[in-house]
């Protein structure tokens, strides 16, 4: 018992050094103008980046990325993850000593 409680406490400790997470997913995204001749369709398209989401009433968001923050937004993106694996340690673990605690 001793033993899941100390392990209790340390995911509770990893779950609270995920505080910078965000929930969604990255799609990229490749613009071009619909003109047939134009400019943009020799030339490299621009690729742009969104993060859709569900909000609490579970509608799709779309929040735009800059360039620049791409790489933060998908560090917060893992860090969600494995905070997600932590809660799914954490549930086990604590039913581990649920299962312990009432047998006595």
């Avoid at 969600?80 to 581990?96: G, H, S, T, V």
């Amino acid at each position: 018992m001793e033993k899941l409680e100390k392990k209790q406490k340390i995911l509770i400790a990893q779950l609270v050094e995920c505080k910078d997470m965000m929930k969604g997913s990255i799609a990229e995204l490749c613009s071009s103008c619909t003109r047939t001749k134009c400019i943009c369709k020799t030339k490299s398209q621009a690729k742009t980046y969104r993060l859709t989401y569900k909000d609490k009433e579970q509608k799709s968001r779309i929040v735009y990325v800059p360039k620049d923050m791409l790489e933060d937004v998908k560090y917060r993106l893992d860090q969600f993850e494995k905070a997600r694996q932590i809660i799914d340690d954490l549930i086990k673990n604590n039913i581990e000593i649920f299962k312990l605690s009432s047998k006595n």
